[in-house]
């Protein structure tokens, strides 16, 4: 019985340390680069796509493995936002000067 708790317990900091370590220490801080979708090409949007994807999914696994304070997992959550919109908005441009090229 005297060995069963530190046994427990090791088991338990092994499965605490572990679930820490894929756990990213620190919100992404470079923003991905957004072209203008006025003058961008397929492959910029197609990029930019990938990179505005990976990261907020790093943004996300940041913010639920975190116990943060409410006011601050709003603000990373809204700069996640912002970035996602300002890339919908270029889409969108490059999409309407599609559409316009191809006289649809």
Do not use: W
Not at 51 to 68: E, H, P, W
Request: proline share 6%; with cysteine.
């Amino acid at each position: 019985m005297k060995l069963a708790k530190p046994l427990l317990f090791g088991a338990a900091l092994a499965l605490a340390a572990q679930a820490n370590a894929e756990c990213p220490q620190t919100m992404p801080a470079a923003q991905p680069v957004i072209p203008d979708g006025a003058r961008a090409n397929e492959e910029a949007m197609l990029s930019a796509q990938a990179a505005v994807n990976a990261y907020i999914a790093d943004g996300d696994a940041f913010l639920a493995c975190r116990d943060l304070h409410p006011m601050l997992y709003n603000r990373l959550r809204s700069k996640l936002v912002k970035v996602a919109t300002a890339y919908n908005r270029e889409l969108d441009t490059y999409l309407d000067r599609a559409e316009l090229v191809a006289g649809r």
